[in-house]
């Protein structure tokens, strides 16, 4: 919970009152109490607001004149964020932005403890989706702030929870923020050959692809517009513009393509296959731009977000990075394991390995 407003949280907050909060398993976050005295002020303040559950403004005309405290209730109520806002009357005031919501008062006439309680009832409903609502909301932020980098993107166990959330959402407050709602496609592969194309807010099926086996890889291209797939026991990768019913289909080449993975600007597709071989496609006219022979099946690859290396590790567990470019071989790691994914830092200065 954060609360702002200046001078009259002494009111609300004072010592006293603010352990009732602590008895009652509260943290309470205030910009003057909880800032380092080294950090940035404003960034801390925004980063306050977008992790927590709820934004408690206590409302008095200092407040309402505090252009501080309304760039604040913006920030919070911003549609990229949308917060759960709980306003709470300390002394007679009424800001624009508040009327339409539901008011709690803790003005000095008001019976402290009645209003605590009623505050903690309103924070403690519907809890288990807020929280969620803000752990999406955090991660969402992260993959923005970070140029919104592939790896920062919900994946596996995590995708299939922020699904399943997704569903309940009718009628819920507060609704998922459009930063939530993005790119508004759920993208699903399965063993009998069909990728299907769903409507993340309806759920409503969009699309169906079909292959002739088992999807063993689907990759959405960072401007959404395009779908990269491998099937199992295949030569080949196939590029389809969403929605269309024939894909563009890269050469064949002699073994399964186990691995694809587009380049931050979706003109190059990089693909590992169980012959050894990693390829790195241009996808304006599918022609091959070089290749390199690894140890073994390539189970994983990435290009970084500047397109200028490429990542891969196969059989032999050899973490290898080639020139882009060229298809150099700058960089060798030998580590061991053969991890499950591979990808880069978004300044492309680090590696992070997943093992499954």
Excluded at 275 to 283: A, C, E, I, T, V
Excluded at 304 to 318: H, L
Aim: charge should be negative; glycine fraction near 8%; proline fraction near 5%.
């Amino acid at each position: 919970m954060q609360a702002h407003d200046g001078r009259p949280l002494s009111f609300l907050l004072a010592p006293g009152q603010a352990r009732r909060f602590a008895a009652a398993e509260r943290d309470v976050w205030i910009d003057w109490d909880d800032i380092p005295s080294t950090a940035a002020w404003w960034a801390e303040i925004v980063a306050a607001i977008e992790a927590t559950d709820a934004f408690v403004f206590p409302i008095s005309p200092d407040a309402v004149a505090s252009q501080v405290c309304a760039e604040e209730l913006a920030h919070a109520q911003a549609l990229a964020l949308a917060k759960r806002l709980v306003p709470v009357v300390v002394r007679e005031a009424v800001p624009a932005a508040l009327r339409a919501l539901n008011w709690i008062f803790l003005r000095a006439e008001h019976d402290f403890d009645t209003g605590v309680k009623t505050l903690l009832t309103a924070l403690d409903t519907d809890l288990e989706w807020l929280r969620a609502h803000t752990r999406l909301l955090v991660r969402g932020g992260d993959w923005q702030r970070h140029g919104e980098d592939p790896s920062y993107l919900l994946r596996g166990a995590d995708l299939e929870v922020a699904r399943r959330w997704r569903e309940g959402a009718a009628g819920r407050q507060p609704q998922p923020a459009p930063l939530l709602e993005r790119y508004g496609a759920l993208i699903t592969a399965t063993r009998d050959g069909r990728v299907r194309e769903f409507d993340a807010t309806t759920l409503a099926e969009r699309h169906v692809q079909q292959h002739p086996g088992r999807v063993w890889q689907a990759v959405l291209s960072h401007d959404q517009s395009r779908l990269a797939t491998a099937v199992h026991g295949e030569p080949l990768a196939r590029v389809w513009r969403r929605g269309a019913k024939a894909p563009e289909q890269l050469p064949r080449l002699d073994a399964q393509v186990r691995t694809i993975a587009f380049s931050s600007d979706d003109a190059r597709l990089v693909t590992g296959s169980d012959d050894g071989r990693l390829l790195l496609w241009s996808l304006a006219d599918g022609s091959s731009l070089w290749q390199a022979r690894r140890g073994g099946i390539v189970w994983c690859a990435a290009i970084d977000k500047t397109g200028r290396r490429v990542a891969s590790v196969a059989d032999d567990g050899d973490l290898v990075v080639h020139d882009a470019a060229s298809g150099a071989e700058p960089a060798r790691l030998a580590q061991g394991a053969v991890p499950s994914e591979i990808a880069f830092s978004p300044g492309g200065r680090w590696l992070a390995l997943r093992f499954s």
